[in-house]
């Protein structure tokens, strides 16, 4: 068991720059003797910045980096920046020159020149080189060879932000639901108001922190060479683990009044404790050049598992840190991911009771999510002669709705047989995003997001335009279009509505 003294903890500043101090140790012990260089001017640098809502690839690449640090420089703190300007951002300007800056800067940097920098995005039009910050610094940084386990995390985590296909229980994509999340810390009582509040970027830090390092452990220790499996991955080993920490998670926290609560709760525990390592969703995978998955395989031609999943970590956390901090820890995962939850049931349930008749426009409708519309596209026959109407659900989501995104694609994958496009406007980010139904083409879907750019720019471009494409490594076009995101706020709005995409979906018809 990983042990945090009254002392240590003290001497750190607190519990949570106690466990980001002793994850960077781990991490360093594993590192052992692999030779690195740090970059030059490292006795000018005194913070570390990444973008707002940063990934799992940044987080492994900042403990990483940290954990090479001189002590002094080990809890130097983290910033979660937003850019307001391509190239006269002020703040970037005055901070950039002493920090260490990971995820942006590749394409924009707001004027500023960093004093170390490891991002992977490139400008429109040129080859990515790395699939990730992670990789980027390991190849920068080491100079002799890493090792394999610390290797074989890392790799996982390249993989998934070039290629996707993270499963739903993966670390990376419950990072997603901390950053969305404000925890309830009291309810509302007689002339007194609830308190709630949102993590900060060293509190999430410490958390994904925790959970990396544990994961590092795990693989070091816990792999069996006559399987060639990690004792970990036995359901034997987690199940239990992980149905006593919801159970306990389930009857502190102050969510449980919530009438979509049980619900939410029931759900993720369902499939928490039916993720099943078996299943083609765990493996990492590409996309092969007809559009299926196809399992990514080692050196031994043998699939390989994703191992930073939830219901593993579940159980390494409270062994290592301990039942009291290890349930600390792993509670604000759940209770992000049933907030997550319970606002997809509240989106889900009202597109239902408004959106009834798929024969009609729905020009506007005032919802308790925010306003809806449905938009039905002119209809045409397609190969097998058949008529097809696609339709565009446009939502103006409210400011204290997160995750409606899910929602709204869920909803027109049962509906309208996701055959159709989902507009979302975000009021908390002022940003939109644009996503196809699965059952849109790969070419329909390319057309699209090109006209869109022809008529609103690039966000990439300078000056920047409106909308950012989100390409894989193979160069394949993601689901979703980007009208900015959280931070990158000097994108300039886009003016589309659901209106004005009919009209584009239906000029792209008329001319295929």
Same mark, same amino acid.
């Given at each position: 068991?990983?042990? +945090?003294?009254?002392?240590?903890?003290?001497?750190?500043?607190?519990?949570?720059?106690?466990?980001?101090?002793?994850?960077?140790?781990?991490?360093?012990?594993?590192? @052992?003797?692999?030779?690195?260089?740090?970059?030059?001017?490292? *006795?000018?640098?005194?913070?570390?910045?990444?973008?707002?809502?940063?990934? +799992? *690839?940044?987080?492994m690449?900042?403990?990483?980096?940290?954990?090479?640090?001189?002590?002094?420089?080990?809890?130097?703190?983290?910033?979660?920046?937003?850019?307001?300007?391509?190239?006269?951002?002020?703040?970037?300007?005055?901070? $950039?020159?002493?920090?260490?800056?990971?995820?942006?800067?590749?394409?924009?940097?707001?004027?500023?020149?960093?004093?170390?920098?490891?991002?992977?995005?490139?400008?429109?039009?040129?080859?990515?080189?790395?699939?990730?910050?992670?990789?980027?610094?390991?190849?920068?940084?080491?100079v002799?060879?890493?090792?394999?386990?610390?290797?074989?995390?890392?790799?996982?985590?390249?993989?998934?932000?070039?290629f996707?296909?993270?499963?739903?229980?993966? %670390? @990376?994509?419950?990072?997603? *639901? +901390?950053?969305?999340?404000?925890?309830? +810390?009291?309810?509302?009582?007689?002339?007194?108001?609830?308190?709630?509040?949102?993590?900060?970027?060293?509190?999430?830090?410490?958390?994904?922190?925790?959970?990396?390092?544990?994961?590092?452990?795990?693989?070091?220790?816990?792999?069996?060479?006559?399987?060639?499996?990690?004792?970990?991955?036995?359901?034997?080993?987690?199940?239990?683990?992980?149905?006593?920490?919801?159970?306990?998670?389930?009857?502190?926290?102050?969510?449980?009044?919530?009438p979509?609560?049980?619900?939410?709760?029931?759900?993720?525990?369902?499939?928490?404790?039916?993720?099943?390592?078996?299943?083609?969703?765990?493996?990492l995978?590409?996309?092969?050049?007809?559009?299926?998955?196809?399992?990514? %395989?080692?050196?031994?031609?043998?699939?390989?598992?994703?191992?930073?999943?939830?219901?593993?970590?579940?159980?390494?956390? #409270?062994?290592?840190?301990? /039942?009291?901090?290890?349930?600390?820890?792993?509670?604000?995962?759940?209770?992000?991911?049933?907030?997550?939850?319970?606002?997809?049931?509240?989106?889900?349930?009202?597109?239902?009771?408004?959106?009834?008749?798929?024969?009609?426009?729905? /020009?506007f409708?005032?919802s308790?999510? @925010?306003?809806?519309?449905?938009?039905?596209?002119?209809?045409?026959?397609?190969?097998d002669?058949?008529?097809?109407?696609?339709?565009v659900?446009?939502?103006?989501?409210?400011p204290?709705?997160?995750?409606?995104?899910?929602?709204?694609? *869920?909803?027109?994958?049962?509906?309208?047989?996701g055959? @159709?496009?989902?507009? %979302?406007?975000q009021?908390?980010?002022?940003?939109?995003?644009?996503?196809?139904?699965?059952?849109?083409t790969?070419?329909?879907?390319?057309?699209?997001?090109?006209?869109?750019?022809?008529?609103?720019?690039?966000?990439?471009?300078?000056?920047?335009?409106? $909308?950012?494409?989100?390409?894989?490594?193979?160069?394949?076009?993601?689901?979703?279009? %980007?009208?900015?995101?959280?931070?990158? #706020?000097?994108?300039?709005?886009?003016?589309?509505?659901?209106?004005?995409?009919?009209?584009?979906?239906?000029?792209?018809?008329?001319?295929?």
């Amino acid at each position: 068991m990983i042990k +945090l003294t009254p002392d240590y903890i003290k001497d750190a500043g607190g519990l949570l720059p106690a466990l980001t101090l002793r994850s960077a140790s781990i991490v360093r012990e594993i590192i @052992g003797n692999t030779k690195y260089n740090l970059p030059q001017n490292i *006795d000018k640098l005194n913070r570390i910045i990444t973008h707002k809502n940063p990934h +799992l *690839d940044e987080y492994m690449a900042i403990l990483i980096f940290r954990a090479v640090l001189p002590p002094d420089k080990q809890l130097i703190p983290l910033e979660e920046m937003v850019l307001s300007s391509t190239n006269n951002d002020q703040v970037a300007k005055a901070t $950039w020159p002493s920090s260490a800056v990971f995820g942006m800067g590749g394409v924009h940097t707001g004027g500023a020149k960093p004093l170390i920098m490891y991002d992977e995005h490139v400008k429109s039009g040129q080859k990515k080189k790395n699939g990730s910050a992670t990789s980027l610094m390991l190849h920068k940084l080491f100079v002799s060879n890493i090792p394999i386990q610390l290797l074989q995390l890392c790799e996982e985590v390249d993989h998934i932000d070039a290629f996707g296909g993270a499963h739903y229980k993966h %670390l @990376g994509i419950y990072i997603k *639901d +901390l950053h969305d999340v404000h925890i309830l +810390l009291k309810k509302a009582e007689i002339k007194q108001p609830s308190i709630v509040e949102s993590m900060s970027p060293s509190w999430k830090e410490a958390l994904i922190n925790a959970c990396i390092a544990t994961l590092l452990i795990s693989i070091v220790e816990k792999f069996n060479p006559k399987t060639e499996n990690y004792l970990f991955t036995r359901k034997t080993y987690w199940e239990n683990c992980l149905r006593d920490s919801l159970e306990i998670y389930a009857k502190n926290t102050l969510l449980n009044g919530n009438p979509n609560f049980r619900e939410s709760f029931n759900e993720v525990k369902k499939r928490s404790l039916g993720y099943n390592w078996m299943r083609d969703d765990t493996y990492l995978t590409k996309r092969s050049t007809d559009g299926k998955k196809v399992k990514e %395989l080692d050196r031994n031609n043998k699939p390989i598992q994703q191992l930073a999943v939830m219901p593993y970590i579940a159980a390494i956390c #409270q062994e290592y840190w301990g /039942p009291v901090l290890g349930q600390i820890i792993l509670s604000h995962f759940w209770e992000a991911r049933i907030t997550r939850q319970m606002t997809f049931l509240r989106v889900r349930n009202a597109l239902e009771k408004e959106l009834k008749d798929f024969s009609k426009n729905y /020009p506007f409708i005032n919802s308790e999510v @925010g306003n809806i519309s449905l938009h039905l596209c002119n209809s045409f026959t397609v190969l097998d002669g058949s008529l097809q109407t696609p339709v565009v659900i446009e939502v103006n989501a409210r400011p204290d709705i997160i995750n409606a995104k899910s929602a709204i694609d *869920d909803f027109l994958a049962s509906y309208c047989h996701g055959y @159709g496009y989902a507009l %979302l406007h975000q009021q908390n980010t002022g940003t939109k995003v644009l996503t196809k139904g699965k059952n849109i083409t790969y070419d329909e879907w390319v057309k699209l997001c090109d006209l869109l750019i022809d008529i609103e720019g690039n966000s990439d471009e300078k000056p920047a335009g409106c $909308w950012h494409k989100i390409e894989n490594m193979e160069g394949k076009l993601e689901s979703f279009l %980007l009208n900015g995101n959280a931070a990158h #706020q000097y994108v300039p709005k886009s003016s589309i509505t659901g209106e004005g995409l009919k009209a584009l979906i239906d000029r792209i018809h008329e001319e295929m």
